[in-house]
């Protein structure tokens, strides 16, 4: 299990576990972070994510990344 912030660009990876305080667990899961779902990280543009998650392009910072782990 590593950090989706390490995750490499193009690769499919399935979402383990999202952590974080409450309001931000909640916030990713909107978005569609979901423990079991899939997510590809498209590109990164100065240390920040663009990724692919329930088929939609989402961008998020760093330290959200650091939340999601795969």
Known sequence: MM???LAN???ENIIKRVSGKP???KHLENLGF???GTVTVINTIGGNLIVNVKEAR???SKEMAQ???V
Do not use: D, S, T
Request: proline share 6%; aromatic share 0%.
């Open 23 to 25: 309001e931000v667990k």
């Open 67 to 69: 939340k999601i782990m």
């Open 34 to 36: 979901v423990a079991g």
């Open 58 to 60: 989402v961008a998020i």
């Open 9 to 11: 660009i193009g690769e």
């Open 3 to 5: 950090p989706l912030i």
